[in-house]
C-alpha cells in the first residue's frame, strides 16, 4: 500500500504564512509614496541602535537577578 507523505505545518508556520499574505495585499494596495514611507519605517527600526543595547543590558540584569537568586537559595540549602 502506497502512503502519502507526511507534511508537517506547525501553527506557527501557519500564523507566519497567513501574515505574510496579509501583509502582501495590504502592500498591493498602497501606492507609491505610502510603500515608500512603509519601507523607510521598516528600515528605521532595522537600523536602530539603542534597542539590541537595551536588550543586551536587560538581559546581562536578569542573568545577574537569577545568579544572585540561585546563590542564595543554595546558601540556604546548605545551612
Known sequence: MFQK???LVST???MILSNQNQLLE??????QQQANQVLAY???????????TAY???KR????QIRQALQ???G???A
Open 5 to 7: 507523505p507526511f507534511t
Open 12 to 14: 506557527t508556520t501557519k
Open 26 to 31: 495590504v502592500f498591493g494596495t498602497l501606492d
Open 42 to 52: 521598516a528600515k528605521q527600526l532595522i537600523n536602530r541602535e539603542e534597542q539590541p
Open 56 to 58: 543586551k543590558q536587560f
Open 61 to 64: 540584569e536578569a542573568m545577574r
Open 72 to 74: 542564595k537559595e543554595k
Open 76 to 78: 540556604t540549602r546548605t
